[in-house]
């Protein structure tokens, strides 16, 4: 399958401050991200969905505000907490999806795990 | 997209056939059922999908009830690194037709030697 990768795999920031995500789909475009978040012993909860060259969309609940996501490439996709507190601690997911035909398929990242102080 | 239901835990035995139920009563017609799994800490990975045939792979196969209800997924022999939480989803093929994976709780399958 194609690969996804996130950087950083894990970040420690103090509250109050913003911390940047990035998204890569290594070999292969993607023309549909989306951002998941998980909390400790909960399912996957799904963000945003974004798509190259367009405004995000973003799910019910979810501070657009908060969670600034851009889709600048076809390769990468960017999450940014802004003034990110303790509860926005969680396990931060991206998904890639491709075009031409592969619609079933939809590749996970490995995750960013953020701790806020 | 129609919810799914999956039995929260199950347990199964080394080189065992594992068999992980998934109830979907309110499917549509043109959602596709898919399986993936997170192994702790990872984050998921494809297993399977399928309409209305039974599938296979080299991880898995997928049998589909003929009233599409319910499927089963099969890991014909499972081995300690399967141990993850299975999430079965339904979904319509294209995004802007609102495909988008919504994972609900999951099975979470201990393999025990």
């Known amino acids: 399958g194609a690969v996804v990768s996130q950087h950083p795999s894990w970040v420690i920031c103090k509250s109050g401050t913003s911390v940047k995500i990035e998204c890569r789909s290594l070999?292969?475009?993607?023309?549909?991200m989306f951002w998941y978040r998980q909390f400790p012993k909960q399912s996957l909860m799904l963000m945003a969905t974004?798509?190259?060259?367009?405004?995000?969309?973003?799910e019910q609940g979810v501070e657009k505000d908060k969670f600034l996501i851009n889709h600048a490439s076809l390769t990468l996709s960017t999450l940014t907490v802004t003034s990110a507190h303790p509860e926005d601690s969680s396990f931060y997911i991206c998904s890639a999806r491709g075009d031409s035909g592969r619609f079933h398929e939809q590749f996970f990242g490995p995750g960013t795990r953020l701790t806020v102080l | 997209d129609a919810k799914t239901t999956q039995p929260p835990s199950m347990d199964c035995a080394e080189g065992r056939a594992a068999n992980l139920p998934c109830n979907h009563s309110?499917?549509?017609?043109?959602?596709?059922v898919y399986w993936y799994r997170q192994i702790h800490s990872q984050g998921p990975q494809y297993i399977i999908h399928?309409?209305?045939n039974n599938e296979t792979n080299e991880m898995a196969s997928l049998i589909i009830t003929e009233d599409r209800k319910s499927s089963t997924l099969i890991l014909p022999h499972a081995t300690l690194r399967d141990t993850a939480v299975y999430y079965c989803i339904v979904r319509v093929l294209y995004y802007n037709q609102g495909g988008k994976l919504i994972f609900g709780q999951g099975t979470e399958l201990s393999v025990k030697p």
């Open positions: 399928g309409l209305k």
């Open positions: 070999d292969f475009q993607a023309t549909t």
């Open positions: 309110t499917i549509s017609g043109n959602e596709y």
């Open positions: 974004s798509n190259e060259g367009s405004k995000a969309t973003y």
